[in-house]
């Protein structure tokens, strides 16, 4: 199916057959927690990005730690690979199974154990969803800030692995300035905590390290996360730009005159028009690219800084400023936006979503740069872009009926987040690495650094069993995928500044 | 290769080849902080001096990041920020003129407005890490989100050296406030803690808390740390001018001079308080913010909403340990009385399975034990 990244499942082979290693799970789990029959294990063989497929021999649904703390350790003793998987959302391929492993769902740890306004916490398992904390917050006029546009379905454990962002992150910050403490239970059937609901525990900030690490250093059991006030007011503006320059260049200004907007978001034309006629939320389909900003907090506070930004922006030569009348107008601004691949889906038969992100005064020159791929590759791009943090979401639509397709989309995807590498920035912003950047990593890191990640595992996985493959490429890996991609020792941009 | 780092990297090799372990310094204002040995040639030890690598490498203030060479002067840094209006938000301590950023970084220690924005790492975007093997290690980038391989470079933040040196790192910088002002009220700490709960949960504009008793035991031995003495309540406000008038009206309280709070809060910052004059050594005991007052008959300064709090005197250190780590949090021994590092460090124990990956992960990234034996953790 794929053309770039063909996964090599081969080693880690376990020398027990999955019949004993079923049998070793039933003397630990009840019947009901494990499933192998085909049609049972087929629907968790690929997460959110289905291109990525393996078929789980074994399927495991723990309902209490001390179930996964035997799962791991039947697991160790057999050298069976493990990986867990939240809600199966993610872009990246993170929880495709492994086709000899163990797939260890989280989906039964979906309880919220507490919500305590006082310090502002909550205590949750993994499988809860990110936005059923804040429903439960919101009696006591507190939520949790990152706001995934998956965040109806996506699960928080998913969001500790792969540090999920939102569209509010630049005020608010990513999953990892949001969680205080997890709970996580070993390779070797070990219980530890990561952090603390003090402000820093003693040592190395592991859980620091730990988020975003994509299942491959433990598998989290409980989590606490910080709530904050709800502010007791949204607004946001609208504007129209006659080119992406422009826009950007209002983004910049917006943040040189001292404003950390709530949101700040920006939709090219080819987004807007994909949008509009799917969710009507009135966007203006003739502008070269739209921005939506918001402002929370006191009504007052609002008021005053959603008045600087519309000044901002006309004087950076937006055609149109619309500011939201209403909480219900305000919504539909963002339901353009956070419907965004939805909508792809409807126009095209397939789309393939990229998540580099580069360094802002980079935007026009990749956008431009992007176009021109678009003839390259004969294929057409629409571009969301989460402008506040550089992050990209180019939408590739392509059709997967046709096999041709499919290896240009993935070609041009993987052009495009080598250009973010070139200009400074990085192949994922949000999204994970899982198995489908993983050759990519050859290009931003150095194999010493490659090394380096590969260390990190070691230390916390020394059989190196959790989420095996994936995120970090062997040598081999990149010496492969080198020789097959031409880079010509030459970079596509050599007067830009590299740090 | 510049030629300055080029002579880190040698030294490095040359310390690896001849296995003497290496001291990463900066400007050492933060020498005091962790399990530091003086460094004497005799020993054999050699110090790896960050500060000749020095100067901004990028600051873009529209892209809310700067890029500094790990020797590059805090105090120089802070003020090329405040030329385009903006700062480092967590406030971290300088403790001399000669702090640098690298240290900053190492240390990963923060100030009063940890509490709202966030510590060190909250801030780290990026670094690069000369190992022990002399090579150049780039984690992390210049962009806010970034989830390409692990988070290394917020490991780095509060690592104490131990994995090699910060060579360079790239830092979230923010707009200073456009408005602060500075409350002040008398309340037990009791009630204190108290207020600073209650105003967790609600939307207002406060960057910083503090919690001083009325005498700051310079007078007496008698406790001052009951839940009754009488103390004063210092809070500020940072924002934009209606939420700083809607926060005024909920906090109330006696508004201090510009001067006065701007002094008050780099007192509390750089330790200039009394408090931290008195000679006697310096608990720093971090708890879940929530914990109500403990009497531990010594002399108190609570910072951070009660999650930071700081006790002034003698006391056993297997007492105060356990009795933070059973109500959620743990103890350093911040001063040591005399400068004298006790047999079993400064800082907190840590937990089994934490200090396996621990030292699972320095063999992993310093194999050879070099940089910084034992400043973070004695067997390391």
Redesign the interface.
């Known amino acids: 199916m794929n053309s770039l990244v063909e996964p090599t499942l081969r080693h880690t082979e376990s020398t027990f057959s999955t019949a004993q290693v079923l049998d070793a799970l039933h003397h630990v789990l009840p019947a009901h927690c494990i499933l192998h029959r085909e049609e049972d294990t087929r629907p968790y063989e690929c997460d959110g990005l289905s291109l990525y497929r393996a078929l789980p021999p074994i399927v495991v649904l723990p309902e209490t730690e001390s179930q996964v703390i035997a799962v791991m350790r039947e697991c160790k003793r057999l050298s069976v690979p493990i990986v867990a998987r939240g809600a199966g959302t993610g872009l990246s391929g993170g929880a495709m199974p492994h086709a000899q492993g163990v797939l260890l769902g989280l989906a039964k740890f979906n309880r919220i154990h507490s919500v305590d306004p006082v310090s502002a916490t909550a205590v949750v398992e993994p499988g809860v969803r990110n936005l059923a904390i804040s429903e439960a917050a919101a009696p006591y006029g507190l939520y949790y800030a990152p706001d995934p546009s998956s965040q109806v379905a996506c699960s928080i454990g998913g969001n500790v692995a792969e540090n999920s962002g939102g569209v509010h992150c630049l005020k608010y910050g990513l999953t990892v300035h949001n969680v205080l403490r997890v709970r996580v239970v070993t390779i070797d059937g070990d219980v530890i905590e990561l952090g603390s609901e003090a402000p820093d525990a003693p040592g190395l900030d592991l859980l620091a390290l730990f988020i975003g690490s994509e299942g491959m250093l433990g598998v989290v059991t409980e989590i606490t996360v910080k709530l904050i006030p709800k502010p007791a007011c949204a607004q946001v503006v609208m504007a129209s730009f006659s080119s992406v320059e422009a826009a950007g260049q209002a983004v910049t200004n917006v943040i040189a005159a001292g404003i950390i907007p709530a949101g700040l978001e920006m939709m090219d034309r080819r987004a807007t028009q994909m949008v509009e006629p799917f969710v009507k939320a009135g966007y203006d389909v003739e502008a070269q690219a739209i921005l939506l900003c918001e402002s929370d907090g006191t009504a007052e506070e609002v008021e005053h800084e959603i008045q600087r930004m519309e000044e901002i922006f006309r004087q950076a030569g937006a055609t149109r400023c619309q500011v939201s009348r209403d909480e219900a107008e305000r919504l539909l601004f963002w339901a353009g936006r956070k419907n965004a691949f939805p909508a792809a889906g409807r126009i095209s038969p397939d789309y393939y979503c990229m998540d580099g992100t580069i360094p802002r005064r980079h935007l026009a020159r990749v956008l431009g740069a992007i176009e021109q791929m678009e003839d390259e590759f004969s294929l057409r791009c629409a571009n969301v872009f989460h402008a506040g943090d550089g992050n990209l979401h180019p939408l590739i639509l392509f059709d997967s009926c046709k096999p041709d397709e499919v290896e240009r989309a993935e070609k041009f995807g993987a052009a495009i987040l080598e250009l973010c590498v070139q200009v400074g920035g990085t192949l994922t912003g949000e999204h994970g690495v899982g198995m489908e950047k993983i050759n990519q990593m050859c290009v931003q890191f150095s194999r010493d650094e490659l090394d380096a990640f590969l260390a990190v595992k070691r230390a916390f996985d020394p059989p190196g069993l959790l989420n095996p493959e994936k995120v970090v490429p062997t040598l081999a890996r990149c010496a492969e995928y080198g020789k097959m991609h031409v880079h010509g020792g030459e970079l596509s941009f050599p007067d830009l500044a590299r740090f | 290769m510049e030629f300055v780092l080029s002579e880190l990297c040698d030294q490095v090799m040359t310390a690896h080849a001849g296995h003497k372990p290496l001291f990463v310094c900066g400007g050492g204002s933060k020498s005091f902080y962790g399990n530091y040995r003086p460094v004497t040639p005799q020993d054999g030890h050699c110090r790896l001096d960050m500060t000749a690598y020095n100067g901004i490498?990028?600051y873009?203030?529209?892209?809310?990041?700067v890029?500094v060479r790990a020797g590059t002067s805090l105090a120089v840094l802070e003020a090329e920020l405040a030329e385009k209006?903006q700062m480092l938000a967590f406030e971290p301590p300088h403790f001399s003129e000669s702090a640098t950023v690298g240290g900053c970084v190492a240390a990963?220690l923060a100030g009063p407005r940890?509490?709202t924005v966030?510590?060190v790492?909250?801030f780290v975007l990026g670094a690069r890490l000369l190992?022990s093997q002399g090579?150049l290690?780039?984690?992390g980038?210049?962009?806010?989100?970034?989830?390409?391989?692990?988070?290394?470079s917020?490991?780095l933040?509060?690592?104490q050296g131990i994995f090699g040196a910060i060579v360079d790192v790239?830092l979230k910088v923010?707009?200073?406030p456009?408005e602060e002002c500075s409350l002040r009220f008398e309340a037990t700490q009791h009630e204190a803690l108290d207020h600073f709960?209650r105003w967790?949960?609600?939307?207002?504009a406060i960057s910083a808390t503090s919690w001083t008793a009325l005498d700051d035991g310079s007078s007496g031995a008698q406790s001052r740390a009951g839940a009754n003495v009488e103390g004063i309540v210092t809070v500020r406000l940072s924002?934009?001018?209606?939420?700083i008038?809607?926060a005024k009206a909920s906090v109330g309280g006696e508004e201090l001079g510009v001067e006065q709070a701007a002094n008050w809060w780099m007192a509390l910052r750089e330790q200039t308080h009394s408090f931290f004059k008195r000679n006697q050594p310096l608990w720093r005991v971090?708890?879940?913010?929530?914990t109500p007052v403990q009497d531990f008959g010594l002399p108190t300064l609570v910072e951070?909403g009660g999650?930071?709090r700081w006790l002034s005197g003698d006391i056993d250190a297997h007492a105060i340990r356990a009795w933070a780590q059973r109500l959620?949090?743990?103890a350093?021994l911040f001063r040591p009385a005399g400068g004298v590092i006790p047999s079993d460090g400064v800082?907190?124990?840590?937990?089994?399975?934490?200090?396996a990956?621990?030292r699972?992960?320095k063999?992993?990234?310093d194999p050879a034990g070099l940089f910084n034996p034992g400043r973070?953790?004695l067997e390391l």
Not at chain 2, 141 to 152: Q, T
């Open positions: 490498i990028n873009q203030p529209s892209e809310l990041v890029t209006d990963g940890r509490m966030g510590g790492r909250d190992d090579r290690l780039s984690f980038g210049e962009v806010m989100k970034n989830v390409a391989g692990y988070d290394v917020r490991l933040a509060g690592s790239s923010l707009p200073k456009f709960a967790r949960s609600q939307p207002l924002g934009a001018p209606p939420a008038r809607a971090a708890l879940p913010p929530t951070w999650g930071q959620g949090g743990h350093t800082f907190h124990p840590l937990a089994a399975g934490v200090a990956i621990t699972r992960l063999q992993e990234l973070m953790v």
